[in-house]
């Protein structure tokens, strides 16, 4: 079955950095999107990051863009999301998702299966 593990998160400095990680298993991990979406407590889903099936175009909410970066190793079933420069607004649960289909779009109906997903708390 279709199984996203989440890894990376914990607690950063506002300014620091972590890498967020997905292990994929169960389904062709080469030929769909994948993304990142949080969710802070008290807030609705938001989707963060996206990139298609070979890499070849990545998404970014506004609120992250030249902060985080998405990319994907399809020889390791593996989604990563970089983060930098952190803010306290940052921090939330964040998910792993597998697009239905191999380009990406931030909408839930465009996903069918997500991680547990892993805390990121930026604080000093």
């Known amino acids: 079955q279709v199984q996203l593990v989440e890894s990376g998160g914990g607690l950063a400095q506002p300014g620091g950095s972590l890498r967020l990680s997905c292990a994929a298993s169960?389904?062709?991990?080469?030929?769909?999107?994948m993304s990142w979406a949080r969710q802070a407590p008290g807030k609705g889903l938001e989707w963060v990051s996206g990139?298609?099936?070979?890499?070849?175009?990545?998404y970014y909410a506004d609120s992250v863009k030249g902060r985080f970066s998405i990319s994907r190793d399809n020889a390791k079933n593996t989604v990563y999301l970089q983060m930098n420069s952190l803010k306290p607004e940052d921090t939330a649960l964040y998910h792993c998702?597998?697009?239905?289909?191999?380009?990406?779009?931030?909408?839930?109906?465009?996903?069918?299966?997500w991680g547990q997903g892993t805390q990121v708390t930026v604080s000093s």
């Open positions: 998702a597998k697009g239905r289909y191999s380009d990406f779009a931030p909408t839930d109906t465009d996903h069918d299966y």
């Open positions: 990139i298609y099936s070979d890499g070849s175009d990545t």
């Open positions: 169960g389904f062709t991990f080469s030929s769909y999107a």
